[in-house]
């Protein structure tokens, strides 16, 4: 149980072009969904936390209209990365909180996005 | 506000012996949870142990096991027997009520044949 699949996983594209990052939770429903930005050899870095039915809450320093949030159902978010440059490059990690509902409930990640902008 | 501090970048040991990874944290939550993640060269997150910090006995999933010193804000994950699908980036980690996980940089674990 507590499956949470990731789409694309790779993904390239030009810049100025936008790329939306698919984050499904496969055998449970995910009130609160969070997306991390892992640089190599580094940690991950939470960007936002995406709530079932309302805005997301994004870390400080993280341009909500750079990186527009949407959690439209119980099973999926999606991270829409907007008019892409070089530097927004990255590894994009979602994770699920399971059991949804329960304060301190585990998170479970996706595998990942790797993300190249040309 | 929560830190992790993982002060070991990397650490090699002998398959089949037991290793030991240190973490430190600080938080002004009275409730919070900890965990100990894995992240092979995949690059998929799995979730290795979880320890409520209101509980006092120190949790154990199968051959790792952590000792958690609440009052040193101390969290550190033993492996045994350690396999060499053990070698991967480990994350100690703190959550609170919010569910907000604040991640370590992460601890290189090498297993040497």
């Known amino acids: 149980g507590a499956v949470v699949s990731q789409h694309p996983s790779r993904v390239i594209c030009k810049s100025g072009t936008s790329v939306k990052i698919e984050c499904r939770s496969l055998d449970f429903q995910a009130t609160t969904m969070f997306w991390y930005r892992q640089f190599p050899k580094k940690s991950l870095m939470l960007m936002a936390t995406s709530n079932e039915g309302s805005k997301a809450t994004y870390e400080q320093g993280v341009e909500k209209d750079k990186f527009l949030i949407n959690h439209a159902s119980l099973t999926l978010s999606t991270l829409t990365v907007t008019s892409a440059h070089p530097e927004d490059s990255s590894f994009y990690i979602c994770s699920a909180r399971f059991p949804s509902g329960a304060p301190g409930g585990t998170q479970y990640f996706g595998p990942g996005t790797r993300l190249t902008v040309l | 506000a929560q830190t992790v501090t993982q002060s070991q970048p990397e650490m090699s040991v002998q398959e089949a012996e037991t290793v030991t990874l240190s973490c430190t944290y600080d938080t002004s939550e009275s409730d919070y949870y900890l965990f100990w993640y894995k992240q092979p060269p995949s690059r998929q997150m799995i979730l290795v142990i979880r320890?409520?910090?209101?509980?006092?006995q120190n949790a154990t999933e199968n051959r790792f096991s952590v000792n958690f010193q609440k009052a040193a804000k101390s969290f550190s994950l033993k492996i045994s027997d350690s396999q060499l699908g053990d070698a991967a980036m480990y994350f100690c980690a703190s959550g609170n009520r919010d569910d907000k996980i604040i991640f370590g940089k992460g601890t290189r674990l090498h297993i040497l044949p």
């Open positions: 320890q409520e910090a209101y509980k006092q």
